[in-house]
Nanobody
Framework: QVQLVESGGGLVPAGGSLRLSCAAS????????MCWFRQAPGKEREFVAA????????VYTDSVKGRFTISRDNAKTALFLQMNSLKPEDTAVYYC??????????????????WGQGTQVTVSS
């Protein structure tokens, strides 16, 4: 089992920055990949970024490329999302997720079998 707890959300003006963290515990050695999704009010949950634990390759949705950076700590116990040049359109609840399987499509929620509870990010205009 893997437990995930997000932190770092808050209220920030447009153009500002936030760094989200996701602390992982439990059987983290089994993790294949971790990712961030976000969900705005009344919208579907949207893929943001993912990172493979082996090799640390990353992938981003087009709307955040050049602004957001996904990373992990050296001990592979935490996930981060550095968000720069924030826009009001980035306002959402941000969720971290993990999968212990090398299968599925990276941008689908169904690919991931562990989820955190989310952290609110609000960007004022």
């Amino acid at each position: 089992q893997v437990q995930l707890v997000e932190s770092g959300g808050g209220l920030v003006p447009a153009g500002g920055s936030l760094r989200l963290s996701c602390a992982a515990s439990g059987r983290t050695f089994s993790t294949y990949a971790m990712c961030w999704f976000r969900q705005a009010p009344g919208k579907e949950r949207e893929f943001v970024a993912a990172i493979r634990w082996s090799g640390a390759s990353t992938v981003y949705t087009d709307s955040v490329k050049g602004r957001f950076t996904i990373s992990r700590d050296n001990a592979k116990t935490a996930l981060f999302l550095q968000m720069n040049s924030l826009k009001p359109e980035d306002t959402a609840v941000y969720y971290c997720a993990a999968t212990t399987y090398n299968s599925g499509t990276y941008y689908l929620t169904t690919t991931y079998n562990y989820w955190g509870q989310g952290t609110q990010v609000t960007v004022s205009s």
